[in-house]
């Protein structure tokens, strides 16, 4: 493979910020764009030769033989992309279903590649033949990458932008029914810079009332200091059954001791507690049980304390998936106030679908 810009390249990362940014503060304005939730992906692709690199450069070649095929196919000969893989069910995008895909048997791969079939959707433009587009401005870069896929297949897209603020409100607050992440702003000024926080992403803004069901000791945890590494979280179902939503995580050391001794009166034996029926999953992971092992996990040690659901917590979130918190949630405040049995899943917000066919058409 010989091409302007070469493997391993870390990608360009967002940082945060409460709403859509106004684009008179930025020189050249702002792009704006769906926020896929997927796989980060770099492609290199170099006459047959592709290769597909995830956000931390490690390869993803071998799990994704569809999308690899695709991109030989209607892409140029030698072009670096940067973008997104995502698997779409039905009208949304299915983030657990992904992660299914990284297998390590091929015949397993091959099978999911089948079944569950994996898309791509580029939105930035790093190389293309023998000119390296590192350097300029997102604006240029942009206009190459609709040149370069002017007849995306069923398999590649290239992302929808708009440079009207009022309208990417309207994506952040409509995306989310196809599964999508929130919005990505870009400045149409700048150059592309490998793990720099140069884009600037939004999401939704949530908060729920919770019940804590237990915590997993922090990494950095000792016996004679133990420190408070995540609290786990439950909503109550229609049934009665108290359901693991998600965890609640990045505290202060300080903080993590103090919540040791705060939470120590309500710890009991896993044979009491509403998750006791899991006690025998320790090793395995049937159902992402909390504090259980995954393949997901690597080996950690994800064993955690029960606790009596007796406290609520205010916590917040940005979004779904499923039945869980997709990302993890933000410690607001204790809510002394509620009693743990109206914690329930009809607090959740219940948002409207959306087409995730119309999200991927070209933009208008």
């Keep these: 493979m010989d091409l302007p810009v070469m493997p391993p390249i870390q990608p360009m990362l967002a940082k945060s910020a409460a709403g859509i940014p106004d684009p008179a503060k930025f020189d050249g304005g702002l792009s704006f764009e769906p926020k896929w939730d997927g796989f980060r992906c770099l492609v290199f692709k170099d006459g047959d030769e592709v290769e597909l690199a995830s956000r931390n450069t490690k390869p993803l070649t071998r799990y994704f033989p569809e999308v690899v095929a695709a991109l030989r196919d209607c892409l140029p000969d030698k072009v670096v992309l940067d973008g997104e893989i995502f698997v779409a069910m039905g009208d949304r995008l299915e983030f657990e279903v992904l992660q299914e895909r990284i297998h390590p048997a091929a015949s397993r791969i091959k099978l999911l590649s089948e079944t569950t079939p994996a898309q791509y959707v580029a939105f930035d433009l790093l190389a293309l033949g023998d000119d390296d587009f590192m350097s300029a401005p997102f604006a240029d870069r942009r206009a190459r990458?609709?040149?370069?896929?002017?007849?995306?297949?069923?398999?590649?897209?290239?992302?929808?932008?708009?440079?009207?603020?009022?309208?990417?409100?309207?994506?952040?607050?409509?995306?989310?029914?196809?599964?999508?992440?929130?919005?990505?702003?870009?400045?149409?000024?700048?150059?592309?810079?490998?793990?720099?926080?140069?884009?600037?992403?939004?999401?939704?803004?949530?908060?729920?009332?919770?019940?804590?069901?237990?915590?997993?000791?922090?990494?950095?945890?000792?016996?004679?200091?133990?420190?408070?590494?995540?609290?786990?979280?439950?909503?109550?179902?229609?049934?009665?059954?108290?359901?693991?939503?998600?965890?609640?995580?990045?505290?202060?050391?300080?903080?993590?001791?103090?919540?040791?001794?705060?939470?120590?009166?309500?710890?009991?034996?896993?044979?009491?507690?509403?998750?006791?029926?899991?006690?025998?999953?320790?090793?395995?992971?049937?159902?992402?049980?909390?504090?259980?092992?995954?393949?997901?996990?690597?080996?950690?040690?994800?064993?955690?304390?029960?606790l009596r659901p007796e406290r609520v917590l205010e916590v917040g979130y940005d979004h779904m998936e499923g039945r869980r918190f997709r990302h993890t949630a933000q410690f607001k405040r204790w809510r002394p106030d509620r009693d743990p049995q109206s914690c329930t899943y009809d607090q959740l917000e219940e948002v409207a679908c959306y087409d995730l066919a119309q999200i991927l058409k070209p933009t208008p």
Excluded: C
Aim: no cysteine; aromatic share 6%; glycine share 8%.
């Design 145 to 306: 990458l609709v040149d370069v896929l002017t007849s995306p297949s069923d398999v590649v897209h290239v992302t929808r932008t708009t440079t009207d603020p009022t309208l990417a409100q309207e994506w952040l607050e409509t995306f989310e029914g196809a599964g999508l992440d929130g919005v990505i702003a870009k400045p149409l000024g700048a150059a592309y810079s490998p793990n720099g926080r140069t884009m600037i992403k939004i999401k939704q803004a949530r908060t729920v009332d919770v019940v804590v069901a237990g915590y997993r000791l922090h990494k950095n945890s000792t016996p004679e200091t133990p420190l408070l590494g995540s609290l786990l979280l439950g909503l109550y179902d229609a049934d009665g059954h108290l359901a693991h939503i998600g965890v609640s995580a990045s505290f202060t050391a300080a903080k993590r001791k103090a919540l040791i001794e705060e939470l120590k009166p309500l710890e009991e034996d896993i044979e009491n507690h509403p998750w006791g029926e899991w006690a025998q999953w320790m090793i395995a992971n049937p159902d992402r049980v909390p504090g259980t092992g995954s393949r997901w996990s690597a080996g950690k040690d994800l064993s955690f304390t029960p």
